[in-house]
């Protein structure tokens, strides 16, 4: 059986269109569509900051956050009544990011750092001697017989790392202790790290320099922490008090008017500062760079967002997530927030 196909007129569809587009269709359209894409155009003459303004219009994908980070970042350390927090995880510092993360110290962008062991040891470690490119594909069998470890692509001698530690901790917890301290919170630790480190490359150094303290919440985790357990099995009245970083970190979160974080990997240096900041409120301003995945439901992979239903970012807070490596990222962040704050 043939079927018949009625055709309608330009009229009649337009007048169908119209039935569905009613005045509040039409008025959400608006609101979804208020800010066109617009494509990048770079120059020779273009500065960083002005790709980066040309990145917050460009709409996808994850340009558009970072440009977001620097806004956020930027109104964070103009905000004169705001303490500024940074976290980062330890493996950051084994790359070259260590002299960003160092400068940002040396400059005063931050108040207060919150991080890891391996940070602890990296920087000691690179303070005293070198660790070079590699590669994630070599045997790590024949690295292993060579007496190389192996961090992702950075390769890092043996005796570079544990014997070397090993060294300068127990001289200096054999200096701390002569001087009659016996019991240190982790701030304090980092501190005399930093003072007996000595040394312009160290982000330790610079943060004991400027009196930024530096929190380590999972102190035992690395070979600092190790070290420290090694002194302490000769010197059993030496003690880590814990217990005086929760003083510490209280009184700075609710000394604050406003608080705010750039917080660099996942785990427990994102956490600690996320958690101790909800006995304030939150954060009001966040940035957060992370490679993990949210579907697993890990803090890692954790929006900034979430944390908002924890109470530890504000629901108004400046907060956004930049999904993307960051030794690769935090450079022309860092860089265009010096070129913009004029630091």
Known sequence: MSRKYEFISKEQSSHIIKQFITPTVSKRMNKYLAKRVKDISIKRSSDINAIFEQMSDSGG???KDLADGLHIMCDMVNDKQCFKFVS??????????????KDMIRLKVFDAVITTCGALDH???KTYSNYYEGDFRLDDKKLAASKIHRLGNVLVPMDSYGPLIESKMQKFLDNTYSEGKKELATYEICEMLGKNLNNNSSFLYWASRNNT?????????GAVGSQIWLFAQKHRDFKVNLIKDSDKLSDLVFDAKRSGAL??????????????????????????MTTAPEYDGSLSGALVREAISWGKVKARARQTTVH???????PFLFAAMLKKLNL
């Open 263 to 288: 917080m660099i990997g996942g785990g427990i240096s994102k956490h600690h500062t996320l958690w101790w900041n909800q006995f304030r409120g939150g954060l009001d301003y966040a940035v957060y």
């Open 324 to 330: 993307g490596e960051a030794t690769a990222l935090l």
């Open 213 to 221: 303290p530096v929190f380590v919440p999972g102190i035992m985790d």
């Open 88 to 101: 980062f995880v330890g493996a950051v510092v084994s790359t070259g990011l260590r002299g960003i993360i």
């Open 123 to 125: 920087d000691i470690a």
């Open 61 to 63: 994908f994850v340009s």
